[in-house]
């Protein structure tokens, strides 16, 4: 961060909080907080750097809620799996092929791409371990949720003693920006008795929560009647399933983790109860519209759980179940999959997708009174696209070209709190080409013929 204040100036500015403006400008104090935003002729640019954008639009850096950086070395290696199966290669590669050393780059080169691609906070859960020193060595915000394994309930006290150990450890690493949470991974790989544990262990730490649920068939027949793919594997090991008679959501709440107000990540099999259970909770919901396509779970009841008054923001997930970390692009197919679904020509405005992608994102990690718009007093988190591309122009919209025309690649800036962690293919604290270079290739043993 300089010594003095930067004023930004680009085609178009888009604030979320208000209409965009045309030949805009931002000015960031020395801070890293924005002092103004309006018309370039009207916010001053006297003692700041002058950085124009040109035919670009400014906007808040992007929130995406919900990726897994850590397995950015199994991008494209596992297409076409079912659902059980994708998780059981997941963890054979995650555990018994891939080194320390290849998850460590791999979690580096997840940061990069997501920098790259105009996010500035990221919410990710992280089993490894690197991701949380990767995000505060580079200056990107966001939180790291420990995650947490353990279906055999006679091992829960043990996992949780465990688990303390690397949350205090985690604690002492975290920053301003980041901070730490944990991640129960799934109903079908946690015990109803560790939830429990964990969901007191959470409350009584203060820390955020995150888990993936209702996400898959498996996983509904696994927690409603006992049965499926996911019974039948964990049976084989000797752990006992029992059917609960209830949807996922409904059992996570009777073990304590929806009072815990987390972060619900996919939810594509809810309704009814289920919704009226989130809302009344106060959790919040990562959408994930690609990977919950590509893996062919479904389509999460978008305008139902926005309806409800439900916090939502937009999620990438994985590399291995959508090959890109675009949030731009993830708001364009869940307006385009939501009009197919719906059978309308409009399903989410432009400045709704926006919306999603920034301030919605930022509300569901409790950060939307630092982040998440363009506002005076707000820590200066902003990206600029460029939208004076062939597959961009002409301009009949800003945030139409934005979220139907552009894509993450069109990213062209990228600043977290002032600070520029990104601009015109070049980072700010990590060396890309030197880390794709060590890199290793991991095959996930699968054509998907």
């Not at 791409?113 to 906070?121: F, K, L, S």
Request: hydrophobic share 45%.
């Amino acid at each position: 961060m300089s010594g003095a204040a930067t004023l930004y100036r680009a085609a178009w500015v888009a604030p979320v909080t208000a209409a965009p403006i045309a030949s805009g400008a931002v000015r960031v104090d020395a801070g890293g907080r924005i002092e103004a935003v309006g018309p370039a002729e009207v916010v001053t640019a006297a003692g700041a750097e002058v950085i124009d954008l040109g035919d670009a639009v400014i906007l808040p850096g992007l929130v995406n809620l919900h990726g897994h950086p850590e397995l950015t070395a199994l991008r494209g290696a596992l297409d076409g799996l079912a659902f059980p199966d994708w998780i059981e290669r997941i963890t054979e590669l995650k555990y018994r092929v891939m080194s320390p050393e290849q998850t460590r780059v791999s979690t580096w080169l997840g940061v990069a791409e997501v920098i790259a691609a105009g996010v500035t906070c990221l919410a990710a859960p992280d089993d490894a371990g690197y991701l949380l020193e990767a995000m505060v060595e580079v200056g990107l915000r966001g939180r790291v949720y420990r995650e947490v394994f353990g279906p055999s309930p006679d091992q829960a006290e043990q996992t949780l003693e465990e688990l303390g150990r690397k949350i205090e450890t985690m604690r002492r690493l975290q920053s301003e920006r980041v901070d730490v949470g944990i991640s129960p991974h799934a109903p079908y790989t946690v015990s109803r008795h560790l939830l429990r544990l964990l969901a007191d262990y959470a409350v009584s730490e203060s820390l955020p929560v995150c888990i993936h649920t209702a996400e898959s068939e498996a996983e509904e027949s696994f927690v409603r009647d006992g049965r499926g793919p996911f019974a039948d594997r964990l049976r084989a090991r000797g752990i006992k399933v029992t059917a609960s008679g209830s949807t996922p959501i409904a059992w996570i709440a009777e073990t304590g983790i929806l009072q815990t107000r987390p972060l619900l990540v996919h939810c594509v099999r809810v309704a009814g109860g289920d919704l009226a259970r989130i809302a009344s909770s106060g959790a919040s919901v990562a959408h994930c519209p690609i990977s919950n396509a590509r893996l062919g779970h479904g389509v999460a009841p978008l305008g139902d759980l926005l309806e409800a008054g439900i916090p939502v923001g937009l999620g990438s997930d994985s590399v291995a179940s959508n090959d890109r970390v675009d949030v731009i692009e993830e708001a364009r197919f869940a307006d385009l999959i939501q009009r197919g679904l719906l059978r309308a020509p409009r399903a989410l405005p432009a400045d709704r997708l926006l919306r999603l992608a920034t301030l919605d994102g930022a509300r569901a990690l409790g950060l939307d009174d630092r982040i998440g718009s363009l506002e005076p007093g707000k820590e200066a988190d902003l990206v600029a696209v460029r939208l004076g591309e062939p597959h961009t122009t002409p301009v009949a919209d800003p945030l139409t070209a934005l979220f139907h025309s552009a894509r993450g690649a069109d990213v062209v800036l990228t600043v977290v709190a002032g600070r520029t962690l990104y601009r015109d293919g070049a980072f700010t604290g990590l060396d890309w080409p030197e880390l794709a270079s060590r890199l290793e290739t991991v095959s996930g043993g699968h054509s998907g013929a």
